[in-house]
T-cell receptor, first 113, second 118 residues
């Protein structure tokens, strides 16, 4: 399974852009990279997913370099409501014969006014 | 509305008691998962199931049991063998890709069950 490494915490201010980087050195050929957001006492929810290069949706962008050994979640102009824990997840991939999606410890983002 | 439902939201367990957490989904997803989350920590995988009548242990399966008799349901039993059961339990589901291609799997989570020991 591809293990992920993220910063434990980050601080930002309202209106700033926040970039959270995730390292996944042993990512498999068939693995997508997915980011989730979790608020206290709730289940994580999907933010964005990508395989290579750049993906953008209405809430975030995801940058993936050519070697795919890392990825960066970019949150433009954060607000107080973006205070949450963000998880980077890399799937097991069909070639491993297993399908067990393991979460790392996540990055706790605190947005200040 | 399609979704994944966990119940109850809060559950209390007495010493030596087994308790069962419910997880139901109407998304027609093949795979279902149980995670445990301790305060301030990430999610740890307890059990997962890719298909009906089959399931595999995750990283912390000791003291837990599951069943997958129906595609829609994946209940988790916290047995008396689990000596430290107090945690937030999350159930998730996803579609299992059938083809050999990048696996763009996406997890859908329930709202969780907070289990505490009396």
């Amino acid at each position: 399974l591809a293990k992920t490494t993220q910063p434990i915490s980050m601080d930002s201010y309202e209106g700033q852009e926040v970039n959270i980087t995730c390292s996944h050195n042993n990512i498999a050929t068939n693995d997508y990279i997915t980011w989730y957001q979790q608020f206290p006492s709730q289940g994580p929810r999907f933010i964005i997913q990508g395989y290579k290069t750049k993906v953008t949706n209405e809430v975030a962008s995801l940058f993936i370099p050519a070697d795919r050994k890392s990825s960066t979640l970019s949150l433009p102009r954060v607000s107080l409501s973006d205070t949450a824990v963000y998880y980077c997840l890399v799937g097991a991939g069909l070639d491993t014969g297993r399908r067990a999606l393991t979460f790392g410890s996540g990055t706790r983002l605190q947005v200040q006014p | 509305d399609g979704g994944i439902t966990q119940s109850p939201k809060y559950l209390f367990r007495k010493e030596g008691q087994n308790v069962t957490l419910s997880c139901e989904q109407n998304l027609n997803h093949d795979a279902m998962y149980w995670y445990r989350q301790d305060p301030g920590q990430g999610l740890r995988l307890i059990y997962y199931s890719q298909i009906v009548n089959d399931f595999q242990k995750g990283d912390i399966a000791e003291g837990y049991s599951v069943s997958r008799e129906k595609k829609e349901s994946f209940p988790l039993t916290v047995t008396s063998a689990q000596k430290n059961p107090t945690a937030f339990y999350l159930c998730a589901s996803s579609i299992v890709p059938r083809l050999q291609r990048p696996t763009n799997e996406k997890l859908f989570f329930g709202s969780g069950t907070q289990l505490s020991v009396l």
